[in-house]
């Protein structure tokens, strides 16, 4: 059974920086889809962030990460990364992999749906 697992939150101060790794228990080359996602307390999980495609040379934001956030992923190391930075208070959730092999709805990368693996999740903080 395929896993992911997420790592590298914590507590930041505004305008710092984290970066978030995801290790997956087969090669990452093997998804055509992943992408992060974040879920604030009392709010739907959000999109953040997708590579798509074999090459992984497709990346998607959502609007207000664009510019500070950055995916990549290391098929070497069977990892996926999100590097944060100028984190503000508004970044604050549990942040949460996912992960799939098929190419099927790849157009809805930004939607739960088009992925079968998820990661347990990491906090991240981000205070005032």
């Known amino acids: 059974q395929v896993q992911l697992e997420e790592s590298g939150g914590g507590l930041v101060q505004a305008g710092g920086s984290l970066t978030l790794s995801c290790a997956a228990s087969?090669?990452?080359?093997?998804?055509?889809?992943m992408a992060w996602f974040r879920q604030a307390p009392g709010k739907e999980r959000e999109f953040v962030a997708a590579v798509i495609g074999w090459s992984g040379a497709s990346t998607y934001y959502r609007k207000n990460v664009k510019g500070r956030f950055t995916i990549s992923r290391d098929s070497a190391k069977n990892e996926l990364y999100l590097q944060m930075n100028s984190l503000q208070p508004e970044d604050t959730a549990t942040y949460y992999c996912?992960?799939?092999?098929?190419?099927?709805?790849?157009?809805?990368?930004?939607?739960?749906?088009?992925?079968?693996?998820w990661g347990q999740g990491t906090q991240v903080t981000v205070s005032s």
């Open positions: 996912a992960a799939d092999h098929g190419s099927d709805d790849s157009d809805y990368y930004y939607t739960r749906s088009p992925y079968s693996l």
């Open positions: 087969e090669r990452t080359g093997s998804f055509y889809k």
